[in-house]
C-alpha cells in the first residue's frame, strides 16, 4: 500500500480474508480478546449485515457489490492493460492478477484508495 500513503509492513499490519460477507466474527473476537486493533474493510454486498453486527466506525465499505468489482472500476485504466485478467477464472484470481499488476504510481491516483490508507492510520495506528 505504499501506493496509498504507508507501507502495511512497517506497520505490522496483517490483512485478513474473511472468505465470505459474514466470516467476520472469529477475527474479531480473538483481535478483541487479545487486545488487537481492527478493522473490517468490506463491500456494499457485506455491509448492511456487518453494520448490525460491529462498530460502525471499524468499518470501509469500498462502495462496490465486491472486491474485484471495486478493482476493475478503481483501475479501469490499468485493468485495460493486463492480458491475463481475461483468462483469470473467478474472482479471487482475477483479484490476485489485478493487484500484482498494479503499480505504485498507478495506486496514488486513487482517492477510494487514499481514504481506505487514511482510515487504517486513524484506526489502526493508535
Given at each position: 500500500m505504499p501506493g496509498g500513503g504507508?507501507?502495511?509492513d512497517e506497520y505490522d499490519i496483517e490483512i485478513l480474508n474473511a472468505h465470505s460477507d459474514t466470516n467476520f466474527r472469529t477475527p474479531v473476537e480473538i483481535a478483541k480478546k487479545l487486545n488487537i486493533p481492527y478493522s473490517i474493510v468490506c463491500d456494499n454486498k457485506a455491509f448492511p449485515k456487518i453494520?448490525?453486527?460491529f462498530d460502525e466506525h471499524k468499518?470501509?465499505?469500498l462502495g462496490k457489490d465486491d472486491f474485484v468489482d471495486f478493482l476493475e472500476?478503481?483501475?479501469k485504466v490499468c485493468c485495460k492493460k493486463i492480458p491475463e485478467l481475461e483468462a483469470?477464472?473467478?474472482k479471487p484470481q482475477k483479484t490476485m492478477v489485478i493487484l500484482q499488476s498494479l503499480k505504485d504510481e498507478e495506486i496514488k491516483d486513487s482517492t477510494k484508495i487514499k481514504d481506505l490508507a487514511n482510515f487504517i492510520k486513524k484506526?489502526?495506528?493508535l
Open positions: 504507508f507501507s502495511l453494520r448490525e453486527e468499518i470501509f465499505n472500476d478503481e483501475f483469470a477464472k473467478g484506526n489502526l495506528l
